[in-house]
């Protein structure tokens, strides 16, 4: 295949004709000794490490996936972060997993944390600046590209561990050192806007577990809604003296599940009546991609299981048990299997969304957590469900009140959601085009030169 004038064909594809392509080895003035033999000479030297913020951090690969400085960092004292001097860290340096399953994972340090030292399992690297910008080269190894490079060595190994001479061999694709500093700001800058979308989004969840503390055993009363003044003790805790307490049972016209068509999954259809597994039922949300369907002969035999629009949705059995959503337009007529419990209330007098943020809150899961024996969330039966205790606001408006305005934070967190989802896949394709040259940030050093001499 004939090659992009401008361009040139190397053992890891097509790059420009400006960029070079380089062993790591060639990149680095110095790697840190194989980390593993450090911890070794530790332990015989009686190194000590701490729970408690002592002189120099201990960064292992937990600490770096959790961020520095964690409720669970550990530390060195003085001693042994002279002892280990040859692992210590200093900010900039890049530390890659060489052992296990997490393989060519990599991190970069951040400068001024003060003293730090490496645990075992990882090898440092100290980019040459000279030669390749520390950035630049971290956005690389953690690139789809540059993982690709380190899975050739692991594949070369046969085994899943890296040393440091393996890792001398990882091919590097190098451009002229202001083009690495261009995209490695390209990069940060996307990283930026990825780092503010989290906290904006924490900040929201943050608040939503808030209100729902706060509006659902009516702490916090809306405007408008507070009849009687007060507070009174019950069984489900402090609530306002106008609300009472009830339970799922006293509030639900029908609690039941239904079953598996006999045959299983060969028995499921690409259209027709919905059918609604566990997998199909979030954290208030619907998942419908894997939606199931059977025909309306399975379905007339499941007639007691007709879903209604409203219907709350609520895991009964395995893992996600205790996840529950609303049933809306798009699953009415549809069914549910064993694992799904049908909760439905008579819909002029209680408000079913009240009920469904009620399961999802600490209050309703604190319930269902108290019926799995050892805490082995096996499942539970429909006698369960109905003696779960809720306090319920007087009026159906109240309760649809409450709802709506947690529905709204829901709808701010999707939003966010999605926006951070795209900001990562925007940032990823960023990383596929600048970091093997497919754009171009900083002219080409020829074409600089022509409009010079013109």
Known sequence: ????????????GVIPDDWSFRFLASELDEMTDFVAAGSFEALRNNIRVYDTPNYALYVRLFDLRLGLGHSAQKYVDEFSYRFLSKSNLFGNEILVANIGANVGEAFQMPAGLGPATVAPNMIVLRPNERKIQPDYLFFYLTSDFGQARFGELIAGSGHPKINKTDLKKLKVVVPPLPEQEAIAEALSDADALIEFLEQLLAKKRHLKQGAMQELLPGKKRLPGFEVK??????????????????????????????ITPKGGSSRYKEYGRPFVRSQNIGWGTLHLSGLAYIDDDTHNNFSATELRQDDVLLNITGASIGRSAIADARLAGGNVNQHVCIIRTDSGEIASSFINYFLLSSLGQQQIDSFQAGGNREGLNFGQIRSIKLPLPPTKSEQTAIATILTDMDAEIAALEAKLAKARQ?????????????????????????KNAE
């Open 1 to 12: 295949m004939e090659v992009k004038p401008g361009y040139k064909r190397t053992e890891v």
């Open 426 to 450: 925007l940032k990823q394709g960023m990383m596929q085009k600048l970091l093997t040259g497919r754009i171009r940030l900083v002219q080409r050093d020829q074409e600089v030169s022509k």
């Open 229 to 258: 003044p007060g507070y009174k003790q019950t069984e489900v805790g402090v609530i306002p003296e106008d609300w009472h307490p009830t339970t799922i049972g006293d509030l639900a016209i029908k609690v039941g599940s239904g």
